[in-house]
């Protein structure tokens, strides 16, 4: 009767052993899963690096974004970031992505620059620079020359884009006749246009050229 006795609590002991051992097992798979691997904490210094640097292309670009999402102070976007839980922390990702998606929409006010960047007997180049203008769409920007003597207004040759609308345009002016009937030093103004056709913006610069020079 006695032996009996043993082997019955023998084995609800194990019983209860492995019960419990499953239990645990459980409970601390559980807690594996609601708790992540601690965070490597650059990553919030990089966050906060990246929002400083956005804000300071919102203030360059005149942008006007404001709220706490936009400011250069890193400390804060730094402990905004590590007030984040580890399981949350994808939205600092969205916060750094909504950022990026609204400088995308802003953009200076047009701009132009002209200058004589190359000079010669025969010929001057003019470079045009813009800023504003409707992002990586040469086809959509047209540059016109006028006020030169006895030429009408004249499309520029091909413009290469940059990032957020900037573009450059190269245009050369001829001499009339032989170079020696031309003075050089003599200088007239050229009305510069450029417009955007994507979104109808026009703005103007002026350049000065040789006084014989024309639109080849």
């Given at each position: 009767?006695k032996?009996?006795?043993?082997?019955?609590?023998f084995?609800?002991?194990l019983?209860l052993?492995?019960?419990?051992?499953r239990?645990?097992a459980?409970d601390?798979?559980?807690?594996?899963k609601?708790?992540?691997?601690?965070?490597?904490?650059?990553l919030c210094q990089?966050?906060?690096?990246?929002?400083?640097?956005?804000?300071e292309?919102?203030?360059?670009?005149?942008?006007g974004?404001?709220?706490?999402?936009?400011q250069?102070?890193?400390?804060?976007?730094?402990?905004?970031?590590?007030?984040i839980?580890n399981?949350?922390?994808?939205i600092?990702?969205l916060?750094?992505?909504?950022?990026?998606k609204?400088l995308?929409?802003?953009?200076?006010?047009?701009?132009?620059?002209?200058?004589?960047?190359e000079r010669?007997?025969?010929?001057?180049?003019?470079t045009i620079?813009?800023?504003g203008?409707?992002?990586?769409?040469?086809?959509q920007?047209?540059?016109?020359f006028?006020?030169?003597?006895?030429?009408?207004?004249?499309?520029?040759?091909?413009e290469?884009?940059?990032?957020d609308?900037?573009?450059?345009s190269?245009?050369?002016?001829?001499?009339?006749?032989?170079?020696?009937?031309?003075?050089?030093?003599?200088?007239?103004?050229?009305?510069?246009?450029?417009?955007d056709?994507t979104?109808?913006?026009?703005?103007?610069?002026?350049?000065?050229?040789?006084?014989c020079g024309?639109?080849r």
């Amino acid at each position: 009767m006695k032996t009996s006795r043993v082997f019955i609590v023998f084995f609800v002991s194990l019983f209860l052993a492995v019960t419990l051992d499953r239990v645990l097992a459980r409970d601390l798979s559980i807690i594996n899963k609601q708790v992540p691997p601690a965070l490597d904490p650059s990553l919030c210094q990089d966050y906060a690096r990246d929002a400083v640097a956005q804000n300071e292309e919102n203030l360059r670009k005149q942008c006007g974004f404001t709220g706490p999402r936009w400011q250069s102070n890193f400390n804060a976007h730094l402990n905004w970031c590590r007030n984040i839980p580890n399981k949350d922390f994808a939205i600092v990702g969205l916060e750094r992505q909504a950022r990026a998606k609204m400088l995308k929409t802003c953009l200076p006010p047009p701009s132009l620059e002209a200058f004589v960047s190359e000079r010669s007997q025969i010929s001057e180049t003019v470079t045009i620079v813009g800023m504003g203008f409707t992002p990586n769409s040469p086809n959509q920007v047209i540059i016109y020359f006028s006020d030169l003597p006895n030429q009408s207004p004249r499309q520029s040759g091909t413009e290469t884009t940059g990032k957020d609308g900037d573009f450059k345009s190269i245009r050369t002016f001829t001499f009339i006749g032989a170079p020696v009937t031309c003075d050089v030093n003599v200088r007239t103004p050229v009305k510069v246009t450029a417009t955007d056709k994507t979104n109808n913006s026009s703005v103007s610069t002026t350049v000065n050229v040789s006084k014989c020079g024309s639109l080849r």
